[in-house]
Protein backbone atom coordinates (compact mmCIF):
# COMPACT_ATOMS: atom_id res chain seq x y z
CA UNK A 1 0.00 0.00 0.00
CA UNK A 2 1.74 3.53 -0.93
CA UNK A 3 0.90 6.89 0.64
CA UNK A 4 -0.35 7.85 -2.97
CA UNK A 5 -2.90 4.48 -3.07
CA UNK A 6 -4.45 5.15 0.97
CA UNK A 7 -4.82 8.88 0.46
CA UNK A 8 -6.74 8.88 -3.33
CA UNK A 9 -8.71 5.92 -1.27
CA UNK A 10 -9.31 8.64 1.75
CA UNK A 11 -9.88 11.45 -0.32
CA UNK A 12 -12.65 9.28 -2.32
CA UNK A 13 -15.01 8.64 0.91
CA UNK A 14 -14.52 11.52 2.19
CA UNK A 15 -15.44 13.51 -0.81
CA UNK A 16 -18.17 11.10 -0.93
CA UNK A 17 -19.62 11.74 2.38
CA UNK A 18 -19.81 15.41 1.97
CA UNK A 19 -23.08 15.06 0.08
CA UNK A 20 -23.65 12.37 2.56
CA UNK A 21 -24.03 14.82 5.57
CA UNK A 22 -25.15 17.66 3.58
CA UNK A 23 -28.25 15.91 2.73
CA UNK A 24 -31.52 15.10 5.11
CA UNK A 25 -29.96 12.58 7.43
CA UNK A 26 -26.85 14.22 7.57
CA UNK A 27 -25.36 16.52 10.48
CA UNK A 28 -28.31 18.80 11.30
CA UNK A 29 -27.71 22.26 10.30
CA UNK A 30 -30.55 24.20 11.55
CA UNK A 31 -29.21 25.82 14.71
CA UNK A 32 -26.27 26.94 12.51
CA UNK A 33 -28.53 28.29 10.02
CA UNK A 34 -30.79 30.32 13.60
CA UNK A 35 -27.35 31.81 13.81
CA UNK A 36 -26.37 29.80 17.23
CA UNK A 37 -24.69 26.62 16.37
CA UNK A 38 -23.46 24.31 18.95
CA UNK A 39 -20.73 22.27 18.84
CA UNK A 40 -20.36 19.10 20.59
CA UNK A 41 -21.44 18.68 24.86
CA UNK A 42 -17.29 18.14 25.10
CA UNK A 43 -16.33 20.62 23.34
CA UNK A 44 -18.76 23.18 24.41
CA UNK A 45 -18.00 22.66 28.11
CA UNK A 46 -14.11 22.68 27.67
CA UNK A 47 -13.14 25.77 24.44
CA UNK A 48 -13.87 28.73 25.83
CA UNK A 49 -14.69 31.84 24.39
CA UNK A 50 -13.25 32.57 20.83
CA UNK A 51 -14.40 36.04 19.83
CA UNK A 52 -11.47 38.33 18.39
CA UNK A 53 -9.65 35.07 18.01
CA UNK A 54 -7.96 34.32 14.63
CA UNK A 55 -8.92 30.73 14.58
CA UNK A 56 -7.52 27.81 12.51
CA UNK A 57 -9.87 24.98 12.20
CA UNK A 58 -7.38 21.68 10.72
CA UNK A 59 -9.67 19.03 8.95
CA UNK A 60 -12.80 21.00 8.46
CA UNK A 61 -14.71 19.09 7.01
CA UNK A 62 -17.80 21.48 5.19
CA UNK A 63 -16.85 23.66 7.59
CA UNK A 64 -19.57 23.46 10.14
CA UNK A 65 -18.12 23.81 13.11
CA UNK A 66 -15.90 26.33 11.48
CA UNK A 67 -18.81 28.61 11.29
CA UNK A 68 -19.99 28.49 14.80
CA UNK A 69 -16.81 29.68 15.71
CA UNK A 70 -17.22 32.54 13.34
CA UNK A 71 -20.49 33.46 14.28
CA UNK A 72 -19.09 33.78 17.70
CA UNK A 73 -16.71 36.39 16.77
CA UNK A 74 -14.09 34.24 15.60
CA UNK A 75 -11.82 34.75 12.10
CA UNK A 76 -11.36 31.49 10.88
CA UNK A 77 -9.46 29.94 8.34
CA UNK A 78 -10.75 26.24 7.76
CA UNK A 79 -8.28 23.22 5.82
CA UNK A 80 -9.90 20.03 4.05
CA UNK A 81 -8.31 18.20 1.34
CA UNK A 82 -11.56 17.56 0.07
CA UNK A 83 -12.60 19.40 -3.32
CA UNK A 84 -16.07 19.19 -2.40
CA UNK A 85 -15.79 19.55 1.45
CA UNK A 86 -13.92 22.84 0.37
CA UNK A 87 -16.63 23.90 -1.84
CA UNK A 88 -19.27 23.19 0.30
CA UNK A 89 -17.95 25.61 3.72
CA UNK A 90 -17.65 28.50 0.58
CA UNK A 91 -21.36 28.05 0.06
CA UNK A 92 -22.39 27.93 3.68
CA UNK A 93 -20.47 30.73 4.75
CA UNK A 94 -21.62 32.86 1.66
CA UNK A 95 -25.35 31.61 2.42
CA UNK A 96 -24.43 32.61 5.91
CA UNK A 97 -23.11 35.97 6.06
CA UNK A 98 -19.96 34.70 7.46
CA UNK A 99 -17.83 34.61 4.57
CA UNK A 100 -15.91 37.89 5.92
CA UNK A 101 -15.05 35.87 8.77
CA UNK A 102 -14.33 32.32 7.65
CA UNK A 103 -12.46 31.54 4.68
CA UNK A 104 -11.55 27.82 3.57
CA UNK A 105 -8.66 26.46 1.87
CA UNK A 106 -8.11 23.32 -0.14
CA UNK A 107 -4.68 21.38 0.89
CA UNK A 108 -3.40 18.20 2.48
CA UNK A 109 -2.63 18.61 6.06
CA UNK A 110 1.08 17.99 5.24
CA UNK A 111 1.10 21.04 3.37
CA UNK A 112 -0.61 23.63 5.20
CA UNK A 113 2.41 25.58 5.83
CA UNK A 114 2.73 26.14 1.79
CA UNK A 115 -1.16 26.64 1.42
CA UNK A 116 -1.28 28.79 4.77
CA UNK A 117 2.27 30.96 5.06
CA UNK A 118 1.10 32.68 7.67
CA UNK A 119 3.53 31.36 10.59
CA UNK A 120 2.65 32.18 14.32
CA UNK A 121 -0.17 33.55 13.64
CA UNK A 122 -3.05 32.09 15.57
CA UNK A 123 -4.35 32.38 18.72
CA UNK A 124 -6.26 28.63 18.22
CA UNK A 125 -5.94 25.51 16.44
CA UNK A 126 -8.98 23.60 16.86
CA UNK A 127 -9.20 20.11 15.68
CA UNK A 128 -11.89 17.67 16.78
CA UNK A 129 -13.62 14.61 15.79
CA UNK A 130 -11.90 11.84 13.32
CA UNK A 131 -8.88 14.11 12.39
CA UNK A 132 -5.83 12.59 14.00
CA UNK A 133 -6.86 9.06 12.82
CA UNK A 134 -6.28 10.12 8.88
CA UNK A 135 -2.86 11.21 9.08
CA UNK A 136 0.18 9.36 9.06
CA UNK A 137 3.17 11.12 11.30
CA UNK A 138 1.73 12.10 14.31
CA UNK A 139 5.20 14.09 15.07
CA UNK A 140 5.29 15.79 11.83
CA UNK A 141 1.78 16.57 12.74
CA UNK A 142 2.57 18.20 15.42
CA UNK A 143 5.30 20.28 14.49
CA UNK A 144 2.88 22.13 11.64
CA UNK A 145 0.45 22.53 14.30
CA UNK A 146 2.97 24.43 16.71
CA UNK A 147 4.10 26.32 14.05
CA UNK A 148 0.80 28.26 13.16
CA UNK A 149 0.20 29.46 16.79
CA UNK A 150 2.06 32.63 18.47
CA UNK A 151 3.49 32.10 20.86
CA UNK A 152 0.63 32.18 23.99
CA UNK A 153 -1.58 30.46 21.27
CA UNK A 154 -3.11 26.86 21.93
CA UNK A 155 -4.21 23.83 20.64
CA UNK A 156 -7.79 22.75 20.89
CA UNK A 157 -7.82 18.46 20.22
CA UNK A 158 -10.44 16.41 20.63
CA UNK A 159 -10.44 13.15 19.28
CA UNK A 160 -11.36 9.24 19.73
CA UNK A 161 -9.66 7.74 22.20
CA UNK A 162 -6.88 5.29 20.56
CA UNK A 163 -7.82 2.62 23.12
CA UNK A 164 -11.38 2.41 21.79
CA UNK A 165 -9.86 2.45 17.96
CA UNK A 166 -8.70 -0.81 18.65
CA UNK A 167 -12.20 -2.34 18.43
CA UNK A 168 -14.67 -2.92 15.92
CA UNK A 169 -18.54 -3.72 14.99
CA UNK A 170 -16.87 -6.05 12.43
CA UNK A 171 -15.98 -8.42 14.94
CA UNK A 172 -18.69 -8.04 17.49
CA UNK A 173 -18.72 -10.17 20.41
CA UNK A 174 -21.46 -12.39 21.72
CA UNK A 175 -23.28 -9.79 24.16
CA UNK A 176 -23.43 -7.37 20.85
CA UNK A 177 -19.68 -5.69 22.11
CA UNK A 178 -17.19 -4.68 19.24
CA UNK A 179 -14.80 -7.28 19.49
CA UNK A 180 -11.05 -6.77 19.00
CA UNK A 181 -9.69 -4.87 15.22
CA UNK A 182 -6.47 -3.80 15.20
CA UNK A 183 -2.86 -3.56 17.64
CA UNK A 184 -3.13 -0.27 19.86
CA UNK A 185 0.90 -0.14 18.65
CA UNK A 186 1.29 -0.22 14.73
CA UNK A 187 3.22 1.74 12.54
CA UNK A 188 1.21 0.71 9.53
CA UNK A 189 -2.00 1.93 8.12
CA UNK A 190 -5.12 -0.38 9.52
CA UNK A 191 -7.36 -0.95 6.18
CA UNK A 192 -11.21 -0.34 7.46
CA UNK A 193 -14.45 -1.32 5.68
CA UNK A 194 -16.87 0.90 6.32
CA UNK A 195 -20.15 -0.47 6.06
CA UNK A 196 -21.82 2.15 7.06
CA UNK A 197 -22.14 6.55 7.52
CA UNK A 198 -21.55 7.51 10.87
CA UNK A 199 -24.09 10.02 10.42
CA UNK A 200 -26.59 8.88 8.08
CA UNK A 201 -26.51 4.56 8.48
CA UNK A 202 -29.13 4.51 5.52
CA UNK A 203 -26.55 6.19 3.00
CA UNK A 204 -25.14 3.95 0.85
CA UNK A 205 -21.82 4.22 0.24
CA UNK A 206 -19.68 3.76 -3.14
CA UNK A 207 -16.15 4.38 -1.06
CA UNK A 208 -15.78 2.22 1.90
CA UNK A 209 -12.23 0.98 2.25
CA UNK A 210 -10.25 3.78 3.98
CA UNK A 211 -7.09 3.62 5.73
CA UNK A 212 -6.66 4.90 9.48
CA UNK A 213 -4.00 5.01 12.09
CA UNK A 214 -4.10 4.48 15.49
CA UNK A 215 -1.71 7.03 17.27
CA UNK A 216 -0.91 6.27 20.80
CA UNK A 217 -1.84 8.85 23.72
CA UNK A 218 1.68 9.12 24.40
CA UNK A 219 3.05 9.59 21.35
CA UNK A 220 0.26 12.45 20.48
CA UNK A 221 1.10 13.98 23.84
CA UNK A 222 4.87 13.62 23.42
CA UNK A 223 4.83 14.58 19.67
CA UNK A 224 2.80 18.09 21.17
CA UNK A 225 5.73 18.47 23.87
CA UNK A 226 8.97 17.81 21.69
CA UNK A 227 7.37 20.51 19.07
CA UNK A 228 7.27 23.40 21.53
CA UNK A 229 3.76 23.34 23.15
CA UNK A 230 3.11 23.36 27.27
CA UNK A 231 0.21 21.19 28.09
CA UNK A 232 -2.78 22.43 30.11
CA UNK A 233 -4.39 19.53 30.59
CA UNK A 234 -5.55 15.97 29.23
CA UNK A 235 -9.29 15.04 29.81
CA UNK A 236 -10.13 10.95 28.93
CA UNK A 237 -13.94 10.81 28.49
CA UNK A 238 -16.10 7.87 28.39
CA UNK A 239 -18.56 9.33 25.89
CA UNK A 240 -17.79 10.25 21.83
CA UNK A 241 -19.34 12.11 19.55
CA UNK A 242 -20.93 9.93 17.43
CA UNK A 243 -21.97 6.39 17.27
CA UNK A 244 -18.30 4.96 17.24
CA UNK A 245 -19.45 1.46 18.03
CA UNK A 246 -23.54 0.18 17.13
CA UNK A 247 -23.72 -0.55 21.06
CA UNK A 248 -23.38 3.07 21.95
CA UNK A 249 -26.39 4.82 23.35
CA UNK A 250 -27.12 8.26 22.68
CA UNK A 251 -27.14 10.25 26.36
CA UNK A 252 -29.28 13.52 26.88
CA UNK A 253 -26.63 15.74 25.74
CA UNK A 254 -26.43 14.22 22.53
CA UNK A 255 -22.94 12.23 23.19
CA UNK A 256 -22.62 8.44 22.72
CA UNK A 257 -21.63 5.96 25.80
CA UNK A 258 -21.21 2.65 26.45
CA UNK A 259 -24.58 0.86 27.52
CA UNK A 260 -24.30 0.29 30.98
CA UNK A 261 -20.78 0.55 32.71
CA UNK A 262 -17.57 2.77 31.58
CA UNK A 263 -15.65 0.35 30.23
CA UNK A 264 -13.03 1.98 28.03
CA UNK A 265 -12.43 5.76 27.81
CA UNK A 266 -14.22 6.56 23.78
CA UNK A 267 -12.49 9.82 23.87
CA UNK A 268 -9.84 12.35 24.80
CA UNK A 269 -9.51 15.77 24.42
CA UNK A 270 -6.46 18.25 25.51
CA UNK A 271 -5.56 21.83 25.27
CA UNK A 272 -1.96 22.86 25.19
CA UNK A 273 -0.06 26.34 24.05
CA UNK A 274 2.52 27.46 22.75
CA UNK A 275 5.36 28.63 25.20
CA UNK A 276 6.68 32.21 24.97
CA UNK A 277 4.33 34.52 24.89
C1 LIG B 1 -14.34 13.24 10.42
S1 LIG B 1 -13.97 14.62 9.43
C2 LIG B 1 -13.71 15.85 10.61
C3 LIG B 1 -15.03 16.18 11.12
C4 LIG B 1 -15.16 17.55 11.65
N1 LIG B 1 -14.49 17.69 12.91
C5 LIG B 1 -16.64 17.80 11.80
O1 LIG B 1 -17.15 17.57 12.88
O2 LIG B 1 -17.27 18.16 10.82
C6 LIG B 1 -12.33 14.31 8.88
C7 LIG B 1 -11.90 15.31 7.81
O3 LIG B 1 -10.49 15.12 7.60
C8 LIG B 1 -10.24 15.39 6.24
N2 LIG B 1 -8.94 14.81 5.93
C9 LIG B 1 -8.57 13.50 5.99
N3 LIG B 1 -7.27 13.37 5.67
C10 LIG B 1 -6.80 14.62 5.43
C11 LIG B 1 -5.54 15.14 5.06
N4 LIG B 1 -4.49 14.33 4.87
N5 LIG B 1 -5.40 16.47 4.88
C12 LIG B 1 -6.46 17.30 5.07
N6 LIG B 1 -7.71 16.87 5.39
C13 LIG B 1 -7.86 15.54 5.59
C14 LIG B 1 -11.41 14.78 5.51
O4 LIG B 1 -11.61 15.31 4.22
C15 LIG B 1 -12.56 15.11 6.46
O5 LIG B 1 -13.23 16.27 6.07
Redesign the pocket.
Known amino acids: MTEAEW ?1 RA ?2 AA ?2 E ?2 GI ?1 LAPGG ?1 DLADLRAGAGRL ?1 AIEEAELGPVAGLRVLH ?8 SLILAQRGAEVTG ?4 PP ?1 IAAARDLAAELGLAGRARFVE ?6 QTAIPEPASFDLVY ?5 II ?2 SDIRRWAKIVASFLKPGGRLYLAEAHPAALVLDDLTPAADGMPGFYTPYFASAPFAYEMTHD ?1 MNEAAELRNTRQYSWIHPLGEVVTGLLDAGLRLDWLHEHDAV ?1 WRMFRCLREDEAGLFRWPDKRWLPLSFSLSATRSGA
Open positions: KNRWDLVHYNLQCHFGRDLDFSAADLYDAITWGAWLYA
